[in-house]
């Protein structure tokens, strides 16, 4: 749904986005409380809504992060601009969706109907069809004639 995809995306919808990050460095409080507080980027100010520590050894660290919106390589220039380096960067929710660890990069599964709904109502829209109806008998969806140019050869 293309509406739906571009309510999800766009910066004034306010979606929460967290990421596990691992970082290499010694972290402050002081930089904790400046990433919270917010960080001075070429393209503007940016903040994390919340910094939890969750484990790591010496100089690798991981932390959760939650922010609200989706600038390129966001995550990664605000711990930059404390002076730390993140050496693992992986999104775990885009908001009410846990993503499911399972599913490998360029994989994808099916939502629930559940989290379907969830999308459609942190975004204001309202279900106006049911879910699924694009696959009917006979559809370009269910001929297989060809590959898809996208496919990987």
């Known amino acids: ?35 919270v507080q917010g960080v001075e980027l070429e393209d503007g100010p940016a903040r994390f809504e919340e910094v939890v520590f969750s484990g790591g050894e010496g100089s690798n660290q991981w932390y959760h992060v939650v922010l609200m919106e989706g600038r390129k390589r966001e995550v990664r220039r605000m711990w930059e601009a404390v002076g730390v380096v993140v050496n693992r960067l992986k999104r775990v929710r885009y ?10 990069s360029g994989m994808w599964r099916e939502l629930e109907k559940s ?10 829209l309202r279900d106006k069809r049911r879910w699924g109806t694009l696959k009917r008998p006979g559809s370009r969806l269910e001929k297989k004639s060809r590959p898809s140019p996208w496919a990987r050869k």
């Open 1 to 35: 749904d293309g509406e739906l995809a571009n309510r999800l995306m766009h910066p004034r919808q306010l979606i929460e986005r967290e990421y596990a990050v691992r970082v290499h460095g010694r972290v402050s409080e002081d930089m904790l409380k400046q990433l």
């Open 95 to 104: 908001g009410p969706i846990i993503l499911d660890s399972k599913v490998k």
């Open 115 to 124: 989290e379907q709904k969830d999308l459609l109502r942190i975004t204001g």
